[in-house]
């Protein structure tokens, strides 16, 4: 599977658009990509994923770019509870196929 | 709708003891793994499942056994407990070749 490069983290104002940017540049044809969160600790929860797309749905919305190289994860209004770790996962459908995750990008949503 | 359910939550053991984490899912789901996450860091896989009889290693599987004699449930054991091996663990499952996996709410496992 495709590894991913995210930023170590990023912040948004309350009420705002939070755009978290995903680096796949080797991402095959077969591979989707995943977006998960990890709220304090909890278990990581799904949000999107999609394979060229893009796809919305009523967390958020994932914008890939033509070639496939890059994604954008986009909350449309942040609050608070959005403060969490979000992972850009790059994965096949193949039965073997792993879920792997990075060190993800920190969100701080600001009050 | 119980989803995934992992226990114990909390587990404080002794170098040397062994234990059992349990995981069961109630959706029916052929794939199932476990994940160990370290302070500060991403989630590790330890071994994974695509069906009852089946288990293959992940990333880090030294010191940990899986089986998988039912759908329903994939246990983690330790055999031999280090201090090494204090972490949170999780248990996921999903479809093979789904799009969505679901976690646990963890163990947060301490060896002492």
């Known amino acids: 599977d495709a590894k991913t490069t995210q930023p170590p983290s990023m912040d948004c104002a309350e009420g705002r658009a939070a755009n978290l940017p995903c680096n796949h540049s080797t991402i095959s044809g077969n591979e989707y990509v995943y977006w998960y969160r990890q709220i304090h600790s909890q278990g990581p929860q799904y949000i999107i994923h999609?394979?060229?797309n893009n796809e919305t749905n009523e967390m958020a919305s994932l914008i890939i770019t033509e070639d496939r190289k890059s994604s954008t994860l986009i909350l449309p209004h942040a609050t608070l509870r959005d403060t969490a770790v979000y992972y850009c996962i790059v994965r096949s459908t193949g039965a073997n196929s792993k879920l792997t995750f990075g060190k993800g990008i920190t969100l701080s949503v600001r009050p | 709708n119980a989803g995934v359910t992992q226990t114990p939550k909390f587990q404080v053991l002794k170098t040397g003891q062994s234990m059992t984490l349990q995981c069961a899912q109630d959706m029916n789901h052929e794939y199932m793994s476990w994940y160990r996450q370290d302070p500060g860091m991403g989630l590790r896989l330890i071994h994974y499942?695509?069906?009852?009889?089946?288990?293959d290693q992940g990333e880090v599987p030294n010191g940990y056994n899986v089986s998988r004699s039912t759908t329903e449930d994939f246990p983690l054991r330790l055999l031999s407990a280090a201090p090494s091996q204090t972490s949170v663990y999780f248990c996921a499952s999903s479809q093979i070749g789904g799009a969505r996996a679901f976690f646990g709410q963890g163990t947060r496992l301490t060896v002492v």
């Open positions: 999609g394979l060229k």
């Open positions: 499942s695509v069906g009852a009889g089946i288990t």
